[in-house]
């Protein structure tokens, strides 16, 4: 409309057969991004980011994330900017036959089921389990270290956020120390796919892995753990409340098979028992 204007035609009738209006569009070159159009960006941008980092979530999840992040809203601008922008849990999309697959992985698969390491550090499994509590779900992710099938680190949270792995693999690398090269499988799950989890991964200088979608045997010894953990935790009695949940987990991973349960692959040693012997480094770490 200005170079119309610089040719000698006036602005009305531009306005006039582009049927606009001409008071805003005056208004436009002195102040072109308008204060709630400023607002309703920096809110996308925190509902992405969240979006993101946990593809699971809808929008009243990522509602409280964008909270967090410091961008408050009413719930009903939260749906509405998701909705514009298709921002949907991929748990609420219906399934269409194949489609319905998780993610690429964003990680290669050198493992391929070859669960052996020669020593500490050079290869960790890791994923999560869920179970139901009279407060709620309550999740698990859990790292072990192939060497001698310790637990090295876990974290424990009612919800199942890409942090939840994170928070894992901070506590195994605290617990380790030096863990550059180490190799850790998963599988593709939304956590370990997500942002937050591969820079972790970079900032330990660690190398990530992934199975197949469908194929439970590539990541079978840390099922294994699991099963162990429903037939001697989950499924004893009926759990009323999370934190009863979480310190019987906790107990039985420190107490009984860390130190009681002995294993034929490691000798009829327990994990601990194991690492004592052949490293003389765990002696601390236990």
Same mark, same amino acid.
Request: charged letters at 30%.
């Given at each position: 409309?200005?170079?119309?204007?610089?040719?000698?035609?006036?602005?009305?009738?531009?306005?006039?057969? *582009?049927? *606009? #209006?001409?008071?805003?569009?005056?208004?436009?070159?002195?102040?072109?991004?308008?204060?709630?159009?400023?607002?309703?960006?920096?809110?996308?941008?925190?509902?992405?980011?969240?979006?993101?980092?946990?593809?699971?979530?809808?929008?009243?999840?990522?509602?409280?994330?964008?909270?967090? #992040?410091?961008?408050?809203?009413?719930?009903?601008?939260?749906?509405?900017?998701?909705?514009?922008?298709?921002?949907?849990?991929?748990?609420?999309?219906?399934?269409?036959?194949?489609?319905?697959?998780?993610?690429?992985?964003?990680?290669?698969?050198?493992?391929?089921?070859?669960?052996?390491?020669? #020593?500490?550090?050079?290869?960790?499994?890791?994923?999560?389990?869920?179970?139901?509590?009279?407060?709620?779900?309550?999740?698990?992710?859990?790292?072990?270290?192939?060497?001698?099938?310790?637990?090295?680190?876990?974290?424990?949270?009612?919800?199942?956020?890409?942090?939840?792995?994170?928070?894992?693999?901070?506590?195994?690398? &605290?617990?380790?120390?030096?863990?550059?090269?180490?190799? *850790?499988?998963?599988?593709?799950?939304?956590?370990?796919?997500?942002?937050?989890?591969?820079?972790?991964?970079?900032?330990?200088?660690?190398?990530?892995?992934?199975?197949?979608?469908? #194929?439970?045997?590539?990541?079978?010894?840390?099922?294994?753990?699991?099963?162990?953990?429903?037939?001697?935790?989950?499924?004893?009695?009926?759990?009323?409340?999370?934190?009863?949940?979480?310190?019987?987990?906790?107990?039985?991973?420190?107490?009984?098979?860390?130190?009681?349960?002995?294993?034929?692959?490691?000798?009829?040693?327990?994990?601990?028992?194991?690492?004592?012997?052949?490293?003389?480094?765990?002696?601390? &770490?236990?």
């Amino acid at each position: 409309m200005k170079k119309l204007a610089a040719e000698g035609i006036p602005v009305a009738v531009t306005c006039r057969v *582009l049927q *606009l #209006a001409r008071q805003p569009y005056y208004r436009w070159p002195a102040d072109p991004v308008t204060v709630g159009e400023e607002t309703e960006a920096y809110r996308a941008n925190a509902l992405f980011d969240a979006h993101r980092d946990d593809p699971e979530f809808g929008y009243r999840f990522l509602l409280d994330e964008a909270r967090e #992040a410091g961008e408050t809203m009413a719930e009903r601008t939260a749906w509405r900017i998701c909705s514009s922008n298709q921002w949907w849990s991929v748990f609420g999309k219906p399934r269409r036959g194949k489609n319905g697959r998780p993610g690429p992985p964003v990680h290669d698969d050198p493992v391929r089921r070859n669960f052996h390491a020669d #020593a500490p550090n050079r290869l960790w499994l890791s994923d999560i389990t869920e179970h139901w509590t009279g407060e709620g779900k309550l999740y698990l992710c859990a790292v072990k270290d192939v060497f001698s099938n310790r637990i090295i680190g876990y974290s424990i949270d009612s919800r199942m956020k890409s942090r939840l792995a994170v928070t894992a693999v901070n506590n195994a690398v &605290a617990r380790r120390g030096d863990v550059a090269g180490c190799v *850790l499988h998963t599988d593709r799950g939304s956590q370990f796919r997500s942002r937050r989890f591969v820079h972790a991964l970079n900032r330990h200088r660690m190398a990530g892995s992934m199975g197949r979608v469908g #194929a439970a045997g590539d990541n079978a010894a840390m099922e294994s753990f699991f099963s162990l953990l429903q037939r001697n935790v989950l499924d004893r009695q009926r759990w009323d409340t999370r934190e009863q949940l979480r310190i019987a987990i906790v107990t039985w991973i420190e107490r009984t098979y860390h130190r009681r349960r002995r294993q034929a692959r490691l000798g009829r040693l327990t994990p601990i028992e194991f690492e004592t012997i052949t490293t003389p480094a765990a002696r601390q &770490a236990a």
